[in-house]
């Protein structure tokens, strides 16, 4: 007689070892669950803003995969997965077809699937141990975002689920240890809300009064008892689970935020606007350079006119200038004039040509106000974006989608921090998608930022994807104790305090001047200081969960081998 086979004899006692069973059945309930966890998700993340239901999100995936078998793990985590970012990312087919989408959005949900598989894997330990259910929880999904964010070809950070805190309580744990400890905190509230809703249905010791309803021989008052004990402490378990998810998500708001506590600069952003929305955004090169340059000189005029305040800087975005100024001498004249008129340095986004005769290079640069030429200081981009501003594997891609040679000419990475001085102020500059990056935007910081910029060009998206930007930055100003600014070619720009709020949030595909008054920060947060190692240690005890539960499970399949034997 097999162990199972014993456990399923009345009064047959279960191995202290042995394995807890697979649930056997409700498994339309649990794709149900699945399939609900992702559309939780999506509606957490901008454009909705309901950063509520990231945890709901995550605990209906927790629950789901709960003492499945790995492989259903796995596909209940792909249903999630594909709920969730496929529609996330729907602004990648805007303009460049069905293909690129769904092979990111697979990708992605890929990363998912393996999470489910892991939190199913990871079920003896945590049925086990019930207390550690919220804590794995979190544990595995930082685990999950911190390979996500890496591979393959330097990693997707879109979507974690630190980007759908802007208007939680959590996020103010960002100023502790960054992205990753509001992930972990997501991800524990999460599991509780898993753990809760288990107490709810099961009492919170299904085994006991498994044993007590099915076996006849414990049959006896003193057993109903037992049972109608169980069923009346199940809501004030479930209750008290709720509780603490509610209540750690309080307690973040006793966390102070950094302040700001330099001089005062009065910083200008210029968003240009594009004649026309679209990858041709590349066609209107001298248009959309003559619209900064104009939207520039209407600022200098207001400032003239007493309307406006005189900046100390300007930062116009990505792509406003793709016409290389320093071999196209009229984009450099319009480039001069501009800084000139207005009488402050401007922070340019702008393409360069070379090194290479096929390469180019995204780039921030400095122009100085009378100056023919820009400051020999300027940041090249560090992390292209892979199949959009360089191919890997360009000839394996070019079997997939001939797409792939829209991009002619490959970016090339720079290799330093993005530490530009412009006019009183050091700044800290990062171009368009880099702001998910986690040591792209910390290297600035511990390299003397006072303030972080964010250039983007979002002409070829739409506004979920640019206020899904908007949330990344509102959680670098927080994590670094930085005031921020987002600028953008069409939208969303905007101002985030060091607190996370949002100021003078612009509408997408308009022309607008922004222009407000900035503290420089100086100190260091916590989390600029201890940089990468909260994420290592916390994907690191992931690792040695999963680790147990390997472990757990060799013991019991031995003493069953031992006990069929």
Known sequence: ????????????????????????GSLRLAVAAALVGGVALLFAFPPYDLWWLAPVG??????????????????????????FFVPLLSWTNLHTGYLPWLLLSGAEAGFVAVLGLAAAWASPLVDRYRWSWPVVTGLLWVAMEAARDRVPFGGFPWGRLAFSQGDSPLLRLAVVAGAPLVTFAVGVVGGLLAAAAFAWRRGGTARAAAEVEDNPRLSSPRATRRLAGLRATRPFAAAGLAGAAAALTAAALAIPLAQPGGRPVTVAV???????????????????????????????????AGRRPQPDLVVWPENASDLDPTRNPDAARAIGQAATTVGAPILVGTLLLGPGEDERRNVGLVWQPGASAPDQQFYVKRHPVPFAEYIPLRDIARMVSDQVDLVQRDMVAGEAPG???????????????????DEVVRDTVTGGAQLIAVQTNNATFNNAEATQQLAMVRLRAVEHGRAALMASTVGVSAFVAADGRVYDQTVFNTRAILVRAL??????????????????????????????ATAMRLRARRGEAGATA
Do not use: K
């Not at 007689?1 to 056997?24: F, K, V, Y």
């Not at 026309?276 to 003239?304: C, I, P």
């Not at 503290?519 to 147990?548: I, S």
């Open 1 to 24: 007689m097999t162990t199972a086979d014993a456990a399923a004899e009345p009064g047959a006692q279960r191995r202290p070892d042995a394995l807890p069973p697979s649930r056997p």
């Open 58 to 83: 995550v605990a209906l995936l927790a629950a789901a995969v709960h003492a499945r078998r790995p492989r259903v793990g796995a596909g209940l985590g792909l249903l999630t997965g594909l709920v």
């Open 270 to 304: 210029i968003q240009g606007n594009v004649p026309r929305l679209g990858l041709d955004f590349a066609d209107q090169r001298r248009a959309v350079l003559d619209n900064h340059v104009s939207a520039t000189v209407q600022l200098a005029t207001e400032v003239a």
């Open 419 to 437: 530490v530009l001085r412009v006019g009183p102020a050091t700044v800290g500059d990062v171009i368009c998608f880099e702001v998910a990056y």
């Open 519 to 548: 503290r420089l920060g100086e100190e260091r947060t916590l989390a600029t200081r201890v940089g990468l190692w909260p994420e290592v240690g916390l994907a690191g005890l992931a690792v040695v969960v999963l680790a147990g």
